[in-house]
């Protein structure tokens, strides 16, 4: 069973083939794999994502190579 990653309710509905809306917080989600991004949907209709507050990415370092 999903539960929602901002207000952990499985009040979850299925809106798209990959794609489920939230009904406790309004938020919507997309599941592809195993990766889960997270929208807010705005007055207008559009989506705004809110991945950057629910998920960390690990920072890679850029490893330059060249010489000088």
Not at 10 to 32: A, M, P, R
Not at 37 to 65: K, R
Request: glycine share 8%; net charge negative; charged share 20%.
């Amino acid at each position: 069973m999903m539960r929602c990653p901002n207000c952990n309710s499985k009040d979850i509905g299925k809106i798209g083939s990959h794609q489920f809306y939230c009904w406790s917080c309004f938020i919507e989600l997309t599941v592809n794999g195993d990766k889960m991004s997270v929208y807010q949907v705005e007055e207008d209709g559009t989506l705004s994502s809110l991945d950057d507050l629910f998920f960390e990415e690990p920072m890679v370092p850029q490893v330059h190579a060249g010489g000088m």
